[in-house]
């Protein structure tokens, strides 16, 4: 009887993100992921950070029925001396608060351990972001899995990356006998949003109508538009006005998500004041390209989307770098990244395989570490 008790307990694991856009977002799409399996997900955050993805955690589990809650925790800005609202990267004022927004993240340990111990559910593993170290040491910890491949925590079970094995060439492989952790690519996570409506909710509440986003992409001609969008922390330098100039050059209708441009593209593109539907901008096929950072979730999301990506510093040397024999040989290049990368994600795929493993292998964890407590 105890065997088939165990058998039908679901799994619960405890998601913490780092409190940036960049961080967040992945969490959220990797919170998804194991909810449809039927894993129990707990998402832990702030009230500020909530406010922002709240809906779309809430169409996950009200219209598809996915075990997903928020656990919201008090961010302690005024004990350490930040302005209030700081709860994320993306809206300190300078980057000399880091040091006091970083220490205010580590206080989030006890209210966590507390909020735990209250729980009937005892989580199975704590996923956690690469910078957020700390999680190693909850009291209800059996095991602890990192986010990111630049984190080998000492104590942890292993790291999910969100990437898949073709795009890695064997690179997780080696990390695993290097450091003796496992390594599950899981990527891309953000293919799994199927429809418009998941596509242009996901991450912050959208600046634009998504009516009006649709009915301006289709108005375009294939690969006439140029998706412009250099990050939620990133700030303009002088380069950036000379890949401007570049740009204008190219005669293509642009798309831009910078407030300074708004004279420059009256008549010439659409201008989004804030958060924009990258996902799903990237979906459409009357992007050409797309002008980025180069973070490492715009990066992806533009390869699996068939849109090469080009970072503004090197625009700023290549200003043909979209068009001509060049630009079609690297579509060509994000064309057979992004098939590999849809593949991979399909059931059977390396990364829908990886995510089947990963379950396996906590779940596996977990009992050996229960059964040897009991014997205890």
């Known amino acids: ?48 950070k909530a406010s922002r993805f709240e809906s779309c955690i809430s169409r996950a589990r009200d219209q598809s029925g996915l075990p997903i809650s928020i656990v919201k925790i008090s961010f302690s800005c005024q004990e350490v001396g930040l302005p209030m609202g700081s709860e994320s990267l993306d809206t300190l004022l300078s980057r000399n608060l880091l040091r006091k927004f970083f220490k205010a993240l580590s206080m989030l340990q006890e209210p966590l351990e507390k909020y735990l111990e209250d729980q009937k559910l005892q989580p199975w593993c704590i996923i956690s972001d690469k910078a957020l170290s700390w999680t190693s040491k909850l009291k209800q910890l059996r095991s602890s899995i990192f986010q990111g491949l630049f984190s080998m925590e000492s104590k942890s079970f292993g790291v999910v990356v969100n990437s898949f094995n073709a795009l890695e060439l064997g690179c997780a492989e080696e990390l695993e006998k290097v450091f003796d952790k496992k390594v599950w690519c899981i990527g891309l996570v953000s293919l ?125 040397e290549e200003g043909n770098t979209f068009g001509g024999e060049e630009g079609e040989k690297r579509r060509k290049r994000a064309t057979e990244i992004g098939e590999k990368g849809r593949r991979a994600m399909e059931q059977g795929g390396s990364s829908h395989s990886s995510m089947s493993y990963l379950i396996q292998d906590v779940r596996q964890l977990y009992e050996a570490t229960r059964n040897k407590g009991q014997k205890l």
């Open 1 to 48: 009887m105890a065997s088939q008790a165990r058998q039908k307990e679901q799994p619960h694991f405890v998601l913490v993100p780092l409190m940036a856009q960049g961080h967040m977002i992945p969490m959220i799409d990797i919170a998804r992921l194991f909810a449809e399996p039927g894993v129990i997900v707990s998402l832990v955050t702030t009230p500020y």
């Open 192 to 316: 799994c949003y199927k429809s418009y409506s998941e596509k242009f909710s996901r991450g912050n509440k959208s600046s634009i109508d998504e009516s009006q986003c649709l009915q301006w992409l289709e108005s375009m001609q294939p690969r006439s538009v140029i998706y412009v969008c250099l990050g939620s922390l990133c700030r303009l330098v002088p380069s950036t006005d000379r890949a401007w100039t570049r740009l204008r050059s190219l005669r293509k209708t642009l798309y831009l998500v910078e407030e300074r441009f708004k004279e420059r593209i009256t008549g010439r593109g659409l201008l989004i004041k804030g958060w924009a539907p990258q996902v799903l901008i990237l979906s459409s096929p009357v992007i050409g390209g797309f002008l980025t950072h180069c973070g490492w979730n715009s990066s992806i999301e533009g390869a699996c989307s068939e849109s090469w990506s080009v970072g503004e510093e090197r625009w700023g």
